[in-house]
C-alpha cells in the first residue's frame, strides 16, 4: 500500500502560479511513474504531467510551457510547478503513483483560477 498526501491547491487568479506537491509513503524509485492529473466538473480524469523513474518527463500539450514537473527524491516527494494559471485549469488535481506493486492515487486537492 502506497498513502500519497497532496497539498497547494487553492483560488489563485488568472495569471497566478500554485505549486502542488505530493508525498508518497514509499520511496519513489520503487515507482515507475508518479505524476498529477486533473479532473474538471463533468469531464475524464486527465494526464497533466508525470515524471518516470528515469527523471524522463511527460505534459500535456494545454500546460507544456506553463508547468514544471520535479522530485526530491530523498523525501518522495513530486512537485508540480503551475505558472501562467488559466480558468481552464480549475479542477482537482490527483497524484498518482504507479509500480509493480500497483496504482494509487491521492485524494485530490482543488485548483481554482478566477478570470
Known amino acids: 500500500q502506497v498513502q500519497l498526501v497532496e497539498s497547494g491547491g487553492g483560488l489563485v487568479q488568472a495569471g497566478g502560479s500554485l505549486r502542488l506537491s505530493c508525498v508518497a509513503s514509499?520511496?519513489?524509485?520503487?515507482?515507475?511513474?508518479m505524476g498529477w492529473y486533473r479532473q474538471a466538473p463533468g469531464k475524464q480524469r486527465e494526464l497533466v504531467a508525470v515524471?518516470?523513474?528515469?527523471?524522463?518527463?511527460v505534459y500535456a500539450d494545454s500546460v507544456k510551457g506553463r508547468s514544471t514537473i520535479s522530485r526530491d527524491s530523498a523525501r518522495n516527494t513530486v512537485f508540480l510547478q503551475m505558472n501562467s494559471l488559466k480558468p481552464e485549469d480549475t479542477a482537482v488535481y490527483y497524484c498518482?503513483?504507479?509500480?509493480?506493486?500497483?496504482?494509487?492515487w491521492g485524494q485530490g486537492t482543488q485548483v481554482t483560477v478566477s478570470s
Open positions: 498518482r503513483w504507479a509500480g509493480t506493486s500497483g496504482e494509487y
Open positions: 514509499r520511496s519513489y524509485f520503487s515507482a515507475n511513474v
Open positions: 515524471i518516470l523513474r528515469t527523471g524522463n518527463t
